[in-house]
């Protein structure tokens, strides 16, 4: 019998860059996702999948080890090496795969698929955040935090998810309807394998190394590391898990000029403190704060080129003002099974 599987995308209103930090963050799964069928054959010894993003399919065989995956071609398939060579023995079989999420657009493509390709092929997992995270670990070579696999697994229809990354427990948020949230992709196109993401995450574990739990650190304990790069990352970091709070609380008391500020502010920190924006997001950021009606801007996930989320004022046409492609996006339910 086959499954069939959606995974959302997600998008990270507020809290980037501190989830492989211990700390906090608070996104929304979105109602673009990840689709795949799949109908399993015992007498398969491949797993078979075609895509309608993708030219090319992705075969793997099934007793695939772990340290062939990264000579799978072609790109896309090696997540369905990876899912495979991780487990603990998959059936055969062939699916297909659907998506109407932006590749490379900031909104956890890769997750996504990640964790509905787990799903989908009944993958015995009491850890689905987790193996996705392996998955896309060994696929890409990116040590990715579980900011998107939280999101992506947990989320809930109107309301964002306050996860505290110490211990991944985690608390909604309601999204009220006064407020209308957008993506503006910036059509630069980033690839995380290729980008200065893993340079970031090293420079805040060495941080850590030094200082301990960040949560627990004064601005003034960062000032002695000496360090220009390690001051700037921590600074971000404490200054952003105070924000994710602070967004929480506005949105809950209906202060969205207060949440929007918020959003601004991370914008720049994680421009001139973080180094993970690049002028073209500086110059959307400007522009789309610059609007009647828009709150605040800022990038969304690591960063390197991808999208910018935007809080407005209800009723706002965005995509008016501005030549790039908008998708008003609303908070959603997270991965299931599609009956």
């Not at 193996?131 to 890409?140: I, N, R, Y």
Request: charged share 20%.
């Amino acid at each position: 019998m086959n499954r069939s599987v959606f995974a959302p995308g997600r998008v990270n209103l507020i809290g980037d860059h501190t989830d492989y930090a211990g700390g906090l963050a608070l996104p929304i799964a979105i109602q673009l996702g990840t689709f795949i069928t799949f109908d399993p054959n015992e007498r398969s010894e491949t797993v078979l999948f075609h895509s309608d993003t993708q030219a090319q399919k992705a075969e793997v065989q099934i007793e695939i080890g772990k340290s062939q995956v990264h000579l799978v071609e072609p790109g896309w398939a090696r997540f369905v090496a990876a899912a495979v060579a991780l487990s603990n023995g998959v059936v055969g079989g062939s699916g297909s795969v659907r998506s109407n999420l932006p590749i490379g657009s900031g909104l956890s493509s890769s997750a996504s698929f990640a964790i509905a390709l787990t799903m989908a092929l009944g993958i015995d997992t009491e850890d689905l955040v987790g193996f996705a995270q392996e998955v896309e670990h060994l696929a890409t070579g990116v040590p990715c935090g579980k900011l998107d696999q939280m999101a992506i697994v947990n989320g809930k229809k109107q309301f964002g998810v306050q996860i505290d990354f110490r211990d991944l427990s985690y608390r909604y948020v309601e999204i009220p309807d006064e407020i209308d949230i957008f993506i503006v992709e910036s059509g630069e196109t980033r690839q995380l394998e290729y980008s200065n993401y893993s340079n970031r995450r090293e420079s805040a574990l060495k941080a850590i190394s030094i200082l301990g739990d960040l949560r627990k650190v004064s601005l003034d304990e960062v000032e002695k590391l000496g360090d220009i790069d390690l001051i700037n990352c921590c600074t971000h970091i404490i200054s952003e898990n105070k924000r994710v709070v602070l967004f929480g609380d506005a949105l809950s008391k209906k202060d969205f000029q207060k949440a929007g500020r918020l959003l601004s502010e991370s914008h720049w920190s994680l421009s001139h403190l973080y180094n993970v924006s690049t002028p073209i997001l500086d110059n959307l950021v400007e522009r789309a704060t610059s609007i009647n009606g828009v709150l605040g801007a800022r990038v969304t996930g690591a960063g390197f080129g991808g999208s910018v989320v935007v809080l407005s004022e209800p009723g706002l046409d965005l995509q008016q003002f501005l030549t790039e492609r908008v998708i008003k996006v609303v908070p959603s339910n997270g991965a299931n099974l599609v009956v």
